[in-house]
T-cell receptor, first 115, second 114 residues
Framework: AQSVTQLDSQVPVFEEAPVELRCNYSSSVSVYLFWYVQYPNQGLQLLLKYLSGSTLVKGINGFEAEFNKSQTSFHLRKPSVHISDTAEYFCAVSGVQTSYDKVIFGPGTSLSVIP | SQTIHQWPATLVQPVGSPLSLECTVEGTSNPNLYWYRQAAGRGLQLLFYSIGIDQISSEVPQNLSASRPQDRQFILSSKKLLLSDSGFYLC?????????????FGEGSWLTVV
């Protein structure tokens, strides 16, 4: 079974500053990794995902994440944040299987962008 | 393109009353369907998932149930709500079977049990 840890429950950052949201996972099999964003009172939207290939994954809204197998991490980064990036961010993992495997979500990190 | 609809958006129910949240997906066939709950300040908890009509798995023991009467329809129900059932409920879908597929979420339903 897989598990996901997001060490930072809240991250405040000033507008136009860089940000990194941390995600670590645990799994006995190879994994697929995801980052989702949730704006207030809305459902979740996919930011990016890693399935295979290049370990640096680029997503929407200027976000990117890097898969590090040795450190079992998938940290999310953005070089310059905007007020509109204020939201909850969820890291998620599923095992690489030939059939269905559940997606396990982390507890989330609340990003607050300060003007 | 595929869309997911979930309703009602907001619901206030007394303790002990029944619940029915409905979700439909359009533009795809035989999707995997999910119900998640998000309690205030907490992450996502998978409640039920379904890989086909009348094929539903429960992840957490509780007084909620789910049904899938049609291929693209997923219903979350309760006969008697508890205060602890309050939260934000999210329906979601993904393409069938293969892992690694993106999960697409509906807009959510706020349930307050009073």
């Amino acid at each position: 079974a897989q598990s996901v840890t997001q060490l930072d429950s809240q991250v405040p950052v000033f507008e136009e500053a860089p940000v990194e949201l941390r995600c670590n996972y645990s799994s006995s099999v190879s994994v697929y990794l995801f980052w989702y964003v949730q704006y207030p009172n809305q459902g979740l939207q996919l930011l990016l995902k890693y399935l295979s290939g290049s370990t640096l994954v680029k997503g929407i809204n200027g976000f990117e994440a890097e898969f590090n197998k040795s450190q079992t991490s998938f940290h999310l980064r953005k070089p310059s944040v905007h007020i509109s990036d204020t939201a909850e961010y969820f890291c998620a993992v599923s095992g690489v299987q030939t059939s269905y495997d559940k997606v396990i979500f982390g507890p989330g990190t609340s990003l607050s962008v300060i003007p | 393109s595929q869309t997911i609809h979930q309703w009602p958006a907001t619901l206030v129910q007394p303790v002990g009353s029944p619940l029915s949240l409905e979700c439909t997906v359009e533009g795809t066939s035989n999707p995997n369907l999910y119900w998640y709950r998000q309690a205030a300040g907490r992450g996502l908890q998978l409640l039920f998932y379904s890989i086909g009509i009348d094929q539903i798995s429960s992840e957490v023991p509780q007084n909620l149930s789910a049904s899938r009467p049609q291929d693209r329809q997923f219903i979350l129900s309760s006969k008697k709500l508890l205060l602890s059932d309050s939260g934000f409920y999210l329906c979601a879908w993904s393409e069938t079977v293969l892992s690694g597929n993106t999960i697409y979420f509906g807009e959510g339903s706020w349930l307050t049990v009073v």
